[in-house]
T-cell receptor, first 114, second 112 residues
C-alpha cells in the first residue's frame, strides 16, 4: 500500500518557470511533511518541511502548500534554475520530525532547461 | 558533504552471501537511521537507533539486522542475499530523534 503518492514522475521546465510537484497521503496520523532533494550520486537532503497546522511555508525560492482536508501537499520552485535539476521526494511521518519513520513518495525527476 | 560517512561505496556479492554496511554519523549525532532505495520500492525506512538502542523499525526483513555501537557508529548486516536486495542503502544521522537528519552518500549493493 503506497501511503504517499507523488506526481508527476518526471517534469521538464524552462529556466525561470515554476515547477509544481504534488503529493497526496492517506494516513491522517501523519504530522510532518518534508521535501527532500537528491542529486545523482548523493543522498537525499532536506529542502523544506511543513506541519499540518499551517497551510503554506516559504524558504527562499521553495514553497510548500498544504491542504489538510484534501490530504495533499505540493512543492513550488520559484524562478527555477538549471541547478535545481534533481530528483525531489515528498515524505510524511507521524513522529513529528527528522528522519523518524519517513514514508517517501516515489520521486519526481525534474529537469530545468536553460 | 553531509558529514555522514558510509563504507563501502560499492559492493558486489553473490546470492546467499552476507555483507556488512558501515555508517559513521556526524560528530555529536546520537540517532542513526537506515533507509533502502530501490527502483521498484523507492526509499523505504528500515530501522532507527538512538544512543545505542533500537528505537523504531520499518520494513526491515528478518534476514537484515543492525546495531549501533558505543562509539555511535552503526552497521547494517544483510544475510542470505537475494537478487532483489540489490539497492542503494542510505544511513542518516541526527542529533536526537525528531531533529533534522543528514544522509550519507549511500552504499550501492549489487547482488549477482
Amino acid at each position: 500500500q503506497q501511503q504517499v503518492k507523488q506526481s508527476p514522475q518526471s517534469l521538464i521546465v524552462q529556466k525561470g518557470g515554476i515547477p509544481i510537484i504534488n503529493c497526496a497521503y492517506e494516513n491522517t496520523a501523519f504530522d510532518y511533511f518534508p521535501w527532500y532533494q537528491q542529486f545523482p550520486g548523493k543522498g537525499p537532503a532536506l529542502l523544506i518541511a511543513i506541519r499540518p497546522d499551517v497551510s503554506e511555508k516559504k524558504e527562499g525560492r521553495f514553497t510548500i502548500s498544504f491542504n489538510k482536508s484534501a490530504k495533499q501537499f505540493s512543492l513550488h520552485i520559484m524562478d527555477s534554475q538549471p541547478g535545481d535539476s534533481a530528483t525531489y521526494f515528498c515524505a510524511a511521518s507521524r513522529y513529528g520530525g527528522g528522519a523518524d519513520g519517513l514514508t517517501f513518495g516515489k520521486g519526481t525527476h525534474l529537469i530545468i532547461q536553460p | 558533504d553531509s558529514g555522514v560517512t558510509q563504507t563501502p561505496k560499492h559492493l558486489i556479492t553473490a546470492t546467499g552471501q552476507r555483507v556488512t554496511l558501515r555508517c559513521s554519523p556526524r560528530s555529536g549525532d546520537l540517532s542513526v537511521y537506515w533507509y533502502q532505495q530501490s527502483l521498484d520500492q523507492g526509499l523505504q525506512f528500515l530501522i532507527q537507533y538512538y544512543n545505542g538502542e533500537e528505537r523504531a523499525k520499518g520494513n526491515i526483513l528478518e534476514r537484515f539486522s543492525a546495531q549501533q555501537f558505543p562509539d555511535l557508529h552503526s552497521e547494517l548486516n544483510l544475510s542470505s542475499l537475494e537478487l532483489g536486495d540489490s539497492a542503494l542503502y542510505f544511513c542518516a544521522s541526527s542529533v536526537t530523534p525528531g531533529t533534522e537528519a543528514f544522509f550519507g552518500q549511500g552504499t550501492r549493493l549489487t547482488v549477482v
